[in-house]
């Protein structure tokens, strides 16, 4: 009888996880409710993206700024950052990743679009980053997107820079592949002349090879990143908006972009949506 009583108070008082159908704050049926009930967050993500997605090769760990803002989410609806689930997606596969159920969320330094969103909901811009160039550090010839006329530029398949790099510099040569991190071997041994993505990317592949390659540091276009989701999840999508800024509001943003990007030195203050 005591026992049961001890029991009873616990639950009440919220120190027992309540997973027998019975969903917390969230309201039922709620894609929330489902992930909390479930107890794991899946999510999409690069792993070969440094300081955004990527895969640790001797500890197996997930770092990156995409990564921590993944861990908020899990601790936010299970209570813990551990109950989460990495599925590596490269950018081709994010939609279909997120229209197929095979992830929860997709956060991926994945731009939110038009097109895009005829198929996947986004979130509101967690991060704003703009295209750039990587190229030899010898190349004196590249110093602007317009420089890429006549060269050879890789990039990856199913994102926005494959797009802007066809509609800005139609006279470049494009080598596509499944992913960025594929491209620096071929930067690094000449066989292609510049590796354009994502200005964010490109830090973290720069900071692998300090002294063969170097940065343009020229963006042209911007990027926001959102978190992808199910078309027509209204409610989880408002649930993570307002996930967003508070982190904006609270610091947790600022913290994340410390532990990852900003051990690089550079300053956040053009990557940062403004608040909400
Ligand atoms: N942010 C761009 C995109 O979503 C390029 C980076 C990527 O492919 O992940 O297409």
């Not at 861990?71 to 609806?77: H, I, K, N, Q, T």
């Not at 689930?85 to 159920?101: L, P």
């Not at 994502?198 to 940065?215: E, M, S």
């Not at 992808?228 to 509001?249: C, V």
Request: proline share 4%.
């Amino acid at each position: 009888m005591r026992a049961l009583r001890v029991l009873l108070v616990a639950l009440l008082a919220g120190l027992l996880p309540t997973g027998c159908g019975q969903a917390g704050a969230f309201p039922e049926g709620s894609t929330m409710a489902r992930i909390k009930e479930r107890g794991v967050l899946t999510v999409g993500i690069k792993f070969d993206q440094p300081m955004f997605g990527y895969k640790d090769p001797s500890s197996g760990r997930i770092t990156g700024f995409d990564a921590e803002m993944a861990r908020l989410v899990a601790r936010d609806l299970t209570g813990s950052e551990r109950n989460i689930r990495f599925v590596e997606t490269v950018s081709r596969e994010r939609e279909n990743f997120i229209e197929q159920g095979v992830v929860d969320l997709v956060i991926a330094t994945y731009s939110i679009t038009p097109v895009r969103s005829e198929r996947v909901s986004f979130t509101d811009p967690y991060y704003i980053a703009g295209q750039d160039m990587l190229v030899r550090v010898g190349d004196t010839t590249i110093n602007q997107v317009t420089d890429l006329d006549g060269k050879t530029v890789c990039t990856a398949t199913g994102s926005t820079s494959v797009d802007r790099l066809r509609s800005t510099v139609p006279t470049a040569e494009l080598e596509i592949v499944d992913a960025y991190s594929i491209c620096v071997p071929a930067l690094v041994a000449g066989r292609v002349d510049a590796l354009s993505t994502d200005d964010t990317i490109l830090l973290g592949l720069f900071a692998q090879h300090p002294d063969t390659l170097r940065l343009v540091g020229k963006p042209f276009g911007r990027e926001p990143y959102g978190m992808g989701l199910r078309k027509q999840d209204a409610a989880f999508r408002g649930y993570l908006n307002g996930l967003i800024a508070r982190w904006l509001r609270d610091g947790e943003w600022d913290r994340a972009y410390m532990a990852t990007i900003g051990v690089s030195g550079v300053t956040s203050s053009s990557a940062r949506p403004s608040n909400r």
